[in-house]
């Protein structure tokens, strides 16, 4: 596919999306979520991508569904505009490699509700966040109303879904939105070596850590735990990545992973 408003830069194993539609600070279209759906699709099918990162161009994220493509649709068209996100933000929970959020400004509405939909969240201080859904006599439709709660407890988000406010990036750092906030200029430094890191770490691990949480939040803590012994069980064993870890370790030399 080809894409206008995405741009995919894959680097050592960490493939970059920008969503490029600055003159309407990254709003979110049809042609947004045709294209991410494909993104997802391509890199998940390929092998040599371990990470993930979404960031915006120019002064936003993301700040918000696209009003102008909205404002004329039906209840049935709403309806179907809000699964039509949800099912693209959910497809970023069930890849198997981890999505990081790189948040250059503003994160409004749906664009924090994108945000949400990534494992975590790394900020430039200079980021804005909120979802002022209220503001235009709507409510969030791309799943905040059950991320947020969840992200940073029930009080928190009803304060930012009831008064539709505006926090800054050491707000969001408090209430756990984001998980680190950096200087505008040392943003996507500090992403790609995070995105290092965890691309360093043994590759079956690090999914079955994303799939195994990701699970668990959606199970009771019985079912997560016996999903948790599962999995952890499956790296053992001859020619399995704990045990090159594990021996690793014990031989003093770095892990040679599959
Ligand atoms: N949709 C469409 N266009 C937008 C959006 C948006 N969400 N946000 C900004 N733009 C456009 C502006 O209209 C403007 O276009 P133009 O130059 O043609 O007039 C351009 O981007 C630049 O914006 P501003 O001039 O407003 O820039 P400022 O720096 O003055 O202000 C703000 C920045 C504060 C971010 C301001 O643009 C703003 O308030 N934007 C709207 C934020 C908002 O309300 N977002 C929530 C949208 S609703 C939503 O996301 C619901 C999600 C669930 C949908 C479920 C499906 C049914």
Do not use: H
């Not at 993930?52 to 700040?63: P, R």
């Not at 509700?113 to 430039?124: K, T, W, Y």
């Not at 947020?148 to 406010?165: Q, Y």
């Amino acid at each position: 596919m080809e894409y206008n408003i995405l741009k995919i830069e894959i680097t050592d194993g960490i493939a970059l999306v920008t969503i490029n539609r600055p003159e309407a600070l990254n709003a979110l279209n049809t042609r947004f979520f045709q294209e991410m759906d494909d993104v997802v699709d391509t890199i998940s099918a390929n092998p040599d991508v371990k990470v993930m990162v979404i960031t915006g161009s120019g002064k936003a994220f993301v700040a918000g569904a696209d009003i102008a493509e909205m404002v004329n649709k039906n209840p049935e068209e709403g309806t179907a505009f809000s699964k039509t996100g949800q099912n693209t933000f959910n497809s970023l929970g069930k890849m198997e490699i981890p999505v990081i959020a790189a948040i250059n400004g503003f994160t409004l509405g749906g664009g924090l509700e994108l945000a949400m939909g990534c494992d975590f969240r790394i900020a430039s201080s200079k980021a804005k966040f909120g979802q002022p859904e209220v503001s235009l006599g709507l409510i969030p439709g791309y799943a905040a109303t059950q991320r947020l709660s969840r992200l940073v407890g029930l009080g928190d988000a009803l304060f930012l879904l009831m008064t539709g406010d505006m926090i800054g990036a050491d707000d969001a750092l408090r209430i756990g939105l984001v998980q680190k906030v950096v200087e505008p200029e040392e943003l996507m430094d500090e992403v790609n070596k995070i995105a290092k890191t965890i691309a360093s770490k043994g590759p079956q691990a690090v999914r079955k850590v994303k799939a195994v949480t990701s699970e668990g939040l959606l199970s009771d803590f019985k079912a997560g735990c016996e999903l948790e012994a599962e999995q952890f069980g499956s790296l053992f064993g001859s020619g399995s990545e704990g045990e090159e870890g594990m021996k690793a370790f014990l031989e003093k030399r770095k892990p040679e992973w599959k």
